[in-house]
């Protein structure tokens, strides 16, 4: 991963929802425009995001913020990236004889706003390939097989009031965290050894992180 496409991922990204969040960085990260990106399956864009923030985070675990759902304290939840499932291989989908694809990123910006039930009628028709229409219940299951990492769920109990809050984990979520936290450091190195060296952004990213670690160890003196 080049430190200048965690920059473009956290420009792009910042004062953006977390669905939007999410096409930018995995554009950013699979090297595509953003249109194509919005048009690209969730389970492709997961998959993406996923393998970002394991390497990004170069740790195992990381932790998640959540509002508890008694109190509305904030809860530190720990991640086991290893334990999130990664995506089957891509293959056509079907169910009671209906070949259908999975929704994208554009498709779920369409149902902003809606009802679960407006939302799932919705979606059904967008990602239908043929006649007929499958069962509701049954298509969300496979969909959830089909893109596992848009249907993991954690539960935390709050220290403070002991109730128990249940929340779908959001992969882009997650990974923003990193990406933003990655950027800041960036730009800091940035600053200090250009202002050290006299070189431009472009060159000092251009650097693998043990040169650049080098030149600021030397930088600092």
Partial sequence: MLAADVLVAWEQGSGRDSLDRAVTMFAAFDGIDVDEAARTDVARRDAVLLAAL?????????????????????LDVAVDLAALPDPPPAKQLDLDGVPFALP????????????????????????????????????AEVMETAA????????????????????DLDVAVLLW??????????????????????????????????RRATYLRMAAG
């Fill in 54 to 74: 394991r390497t990004l985070s170069g740790r195992s675990v990381v932790v998640g913020e959540f509002a508890c759902t008694g109190c509305g304290d904030a």
């Fill in 104 to 139: 994208t990123s554009e498709d779920l910006r369409q149902i902003r706003g809606m009802s679960p039930a407006q939302a799932r009628a919705h979606l059904l028709t967008r990602c239908a390939r043929g006649p007929g229409t499958p069962d509701g219940d049954r298509w």
């Fill in 148 to 167: 596992p990492a848009s249907a993991v769920t954690i539960a935390a109990t709050c220290p403070e009031c002991a109730s128990v809050t249940r929340a």
């Fill in 177 to 210: 965290a990193e990406v933003e936290r990655h950027a800041l450091d960036l730009l800091a190195e940035v600053h200090l050894l250009a202002s050290a060296y006299g070189w431009t952004e472009h060159d000092i990213l251009a650097l693998g992180p043990r």
